[in-house]
């Protein structure tokens, strides 16, 4: 409780010193620039617009980003897949540039709408791949989609047990929670070095691309949902939890884990329970690597990945 007092009081602090009257007429909706110049195309999906983009040519891989920011997360991964597969990397609605409604962002909203995303998907089957919250809607339309998804990557996926970083703890807290997931640059980057080992060996631009994710209107409302709608003050939630072991118990298709060794969100020893869950699967553990895994380490994941997939072609 210490600690948690602790994260509590220096998250409040350092959000309290980022804000300003300018970033809070912000973060209500005043339009930014684009983050990202690629060409990019939607689905509907009983009225919202679910944006991606493609890239590549060859077998089809669609990447489902995390809840923090959007399918930029995947850039370095997508860059080197390209040569040999088909990319298709999807902004899930609440983020990016997909549309963001007004509701409640959790585990069965983003599901059934990812749903009608694959029901009008351009490819027949496809390698489908999610890194954090994005590993857990992955694992759900495996589940429901066994003839559409030939295999399955989850990257440090959420729900496998009930330890959560303290630092997603504080969502749970009203007017704090508003100031911590409030875009300004303190947060930012306290986030993302909780979320990776070394966050400096990002480049500097591309940490910018991400930091002007954060301040495309809403997103940030996206982020704070999902964290209330999965994680209690007591972890992550039970029914979540209850949906992710549900799924693993359907899921057919071949399985890839992948673990980074310091994830502090999803802690590394919730991988031996995704191994119980889901006995088909391979798994391979990152050193010296945090939550987002597929962000800093890119290569080491696509080394793996292009292995697994060799194994099991569309």
Known sequence: ????????????????????????????????????????????????????????????????????????EYEAMASALDDHYTVYRVDLPGFGKSDKPQITYDLPFLTTKMAGFIQQFPEQTVHLVGASFGGTIALQ?????????????????????????????V??????????????????????????????QLPEQYREQLYQNCQLPKAQRAKLSILRSSITVRGVDPVMQQAVTTAAAAVQQPVLLVWGEQDTYAPITQLENAKAKL?????????????FAHMESPKLIVEQLQLFLKKYPL
């Open 1 to 72: 409780m210490r600690k948690l007092r602790s994260i509590i009081l220096w998250c409040l602090l350092a959000a309290m010193i980022g804000l300003s009257v300018f970033e809070i007429f912000f973060w209500f909706g005043t339009p930014t620039k684009a983050f990202n110049q690629t060409q990019d195309e939607r689905i509907t999906v009983s009225g919202t617009n679910i944006v991606y983009n493609k890239q590549g040519q060859g077998e089809a891989i669609l990447l489902i980003h995390s809840g923090a920011w959007s399918s930029l």
């Open 141 to 169: 339309l495996a589940a429901q989609y066994p003839e559409r998804i030939r295999s399955l990557t989850l990257i440090d996926p959420i729900g496998f047990g009930s330890e959560i970083n303290q630092l997603a703890l």
């Open 171 to 200: 969502a749970q807290i009203p007017l704090l929670a508003e100031f911590l997931f409030y875009p300004n640059r303190t947060i930012f980057n306290y986030s993302l070095n909780h979320g990776l080992v070394d966050a400096q």
């Open 279 to 291: 006995p088909q699967a391979t798994s391979i553990i990152l050193p010296h690597t945090g939550h």
